[in-house]
């Protein structure tokens, strides 16, 4: 009995050991929440026409996994078994309206360009499967690592999708120009950037596209990482 | 009554919740592995797009808004009791289904909890909002939106059955294609997008 409460102290400590760095880790490539546990799809297909925009919603997205796990695995004990989805609902639900409202104040036009998208991370399915996959059975230490790992491996592949989708349908990242005609092209034809040639593809905007790369995505991660292989 | 059906027509097809918006991902792409399952979800889909639509209207107009029966602006807090009406109605359907048909809520049985965290029930309530519709169009919405969403999942199924007897690279199986499938049909339902069925 000593033995084990001896145990679980030296687990509830805030070390950060290999299994620590495990749990951080693991999110980014093994265990990744969109091209291996397919979670949290919706938003990622939608928010990924920007740059900018997916930044924001992937900090957004870490901030709110991160807490919602603490704060589940802090009320884990108490919560009863049948209303426990109305009561991690709610806790997201208010974090997300936190998120909604730091948003409306301090970057108005980022959150009309987001709009319903930011109140849908409520039922993004990464936070609710951490919370029931991993915050209701660990020390809220390790839950926190857990929501920022996942909040990250999501936020890598929301960067990757946004920068592919925007390089090439709109030849800038965040903005910036990079490849394309540049703005002055018809007024002075030598002012052309590099890839002067390149036609933005407007395709890579649309809804499809983000399907085409994330599936593209999982191709090259399944190939590289032959042990995540479907086999059915 | 001709605008509520062409809001029903609009949201099923042309503005249709899982291939225009991508919302709903996660359960459509988890549970289209088979026509029968599908089924079953998009059935429930409909049930509890029609029951929380309504619902989540009248809180929205009655107790949150200015003009409501509390006289002040409640609107920061329609994301937690939209999504706990979701989740109380999800419950609430589970139960009454449970009592009076047993062979619907077998059939059922474990998408019903599902769908509190399937996005297009909450998206649809937020649309709703959004666009400003009166009781009768959200009703026209949310069953059209389910319908479309319902069609969407058991074509994708269909398409899925079958192309597990092609020949796809190992490292597409399963889940790439999937998406990539998903993205066709995204494609193929933009062509519907030009149609134009009036004011909405």
């Known amino acids: ?225 032959k042990k995540l292989v479907d086999i059915s | 009554m001709a605008d509520l059906a062409n809001l029903f027509i609009k949201s099923a097809f042309i503005e249709n919740l899982a291939l225009s918006y991508f919302l709903g991902m996660c359960s459509f792409l988890a549970v289209s592995k088979s026509v029968k399952t599908a089924f079953g979800l998009g059935l429930a889909v409909i049930f509890v797009l029609g029951i929380t639509m309504p619902i989540n209207w009248m809180i929205n107009t009655y107790l949150l808004s200015e003009t409501g029966i509390f006289g002040q602006d409640f609107t920061f807090l329609r994301l937690i009791l939209f999504i706990a009406v979701i989740a109380s109605m999800v419950q609430l359907v589970e139960m009454v289904v449970e009592k009076f048909s047993p062979s619907l809520y077998n059939s059922l049985g474990i998408f019903l909890p599902l769908i509190t965290v399937n996005c297009a029930i909450l998206g649809g309530s937020l649309f709703m909002v959004s666009k400003e519709y009166n009781f009768a169009e959200s009703v026209s919405f949310g069953l059209g939106g389910g319908f479309g969403w319902f069609v969407a999942i058991v074509a994708i199924a269909a398409i899925r059955e079958k192309i597990k007897y092609s020949h796809v690279p190992p490292a597409l199986r399963g889940l790439g294609m999937a998406f990539m499938l998903t993205g066709l049909m995204g494609l193929a339902f933009m062509g519907l997008m030009g149609i134009d069925l009036g004011a909405f």
């Open chain 1, 1 to 225: 009995m000593a033995d084990t409460i001896v145990a679980e102290k030296k687990e509830a400590s805030f070390s950060f050991g290999k299994k620590e760095r495990k749990l951080l880790s693991d999110p980014l490539n093994d265990n990744n929440p969109i091209t291996v546990q397919v979670l949290g799809i919706c938003s990622a297909l939608a928010v990924t026409t920007l740059f900018n925009k997916a930044l924001v919603m992937s900090i957004a997205v870490v901030f709110v996994t991160m807490f919602a796990s603490f704060f589940t695995s802090l009320l884990r004990n108490s919560i009863p078994k049948q209303v426990r989805m109305i009561v991690q609902l709610v806790i997201i639900a208010f974090l997300v309206t936190v998120v909604e409202l730091t948003l409306k104040a301090f970057a108005y036009p980022m959150y009309k360009d987001l709009s319903v998208f930011i109140g849908l991370i409520i039922t993004n399915c990464i936070v609710m499967g951490r919370l029931e996959a991993f915050a209701m059975a660990n020390t809220p230490y390790k839950s926190l690592l857990d929501g920022i790992g996942n909040g990250i491996g999501y936020g890598v592949i929301l960067l990757i999708v946004a920068a592919i989708r925007e390089i090439f349908g709109k030849g800038s990242i965040g903005g910036i120009k990079l490849i394309g005609p540049s703005n002055e092209f018809l007024i002075d034809t030598t002012t052309s950037s590099i890839f002067g040639w390149y036609e933005p593809n407007n395709l890579m905007v649309l809804f499809p596209s983000a399907m085409f790369v994330i599936g593209a995505l999982i191709w090259a991660h399944r190939a590289w990482n």
